[in-house]
């Protein structure tokens, strides 16, 4: 089977501090793959190694069939990417936005339009794309920009932190589309810190200080580490002694 990210010992050091050392886990073609780690734990370093933005200290990824560090201008190719502050320009109108973001992605002008119309469609926006993004609510954003990260199909979207300040209600659908675009058979790599959202993961790792401490299953790394819930098991890695 060929996986959508597979990392072998991938490690990053800064001088004498190691920010990722030598972590070792993989994500299947349309899994939903948590990415959990308190501030610091190394995820976001993890991540930007992944995505061909930082340069690997040794082991070694794949993403998208890719080697990392030494293919990253093809994987940008074939990934979607969505910050927390969600990655569009609040002074460009949502089509402009779209337009921008499918030419940046490679897609011809047909291209473009043709999604265009379906992303509209899909996000009940018809009537509304000559409007500046800052003026959309915040769910609409965040599914608007989650829906440009896929614009050009990709074989892997990678999503940091994107339900933050947003209701309840609005984060229910934004995994929703998640699903979907899952069930389509994109893997999804989301971090986030919203322990409720981590069990809606197929999988997931929990990164303590650059290392994995827990892999598997919502349901495995609980059982293995005798957790009732993943906010326990996060408390216990993360904090020890301070559930005792």
Known sequence: MNLAIEARGLTRRFGSFTA????????????????????????????????????????????????????????KRRIGYMSQRFSLYDDLTVSENITLYGGIYGLGST????????????????????????????????????????????SVVFLDEP????????????????????????????TTHYLDEAEYCDRLTIMVDGRIAAYGTPTDVKRNAGAATLDDLFLRLTRPGASE
């Open 20 to 75: 990722v050392d030598a972590i070792t886990f993989d994500v299947k073609p349309g899994e939903v793959f948590g990415f959990l780690g308190a501030n610091g734990a190394g995820k976001t370093t993890a991540m930007r190694m992944l995505i061909g933005l930082l340069q690997p200290t040794a082991g070694e990824a794949w993403v998208a069939g890719y080697a990392v560090g030494k293919e990253s201008e093809l994987i």
């Open 111 to 154: 291209e473009i339009e043709d999604r265009r119309r379906q992303l509209v469609a899909r996000l009940g926006l018809e009537g509304r794309e000559g409007a500046l993004v800052r003026s959309l609510p915040l769910g609409w954003k965040q599914q608007l920009a989650f829906s440009v990260a896929l614009i050009h199909r990709p």
């Open 163 to 190: 339900t933050g300040g947003v209701d309840p209600i609005t984060r229910r659908k934004f995994w929703e589309l998640i699903y979907e675009t899952a069930a389509a058979g994109t893997a999804v790599l989301v």
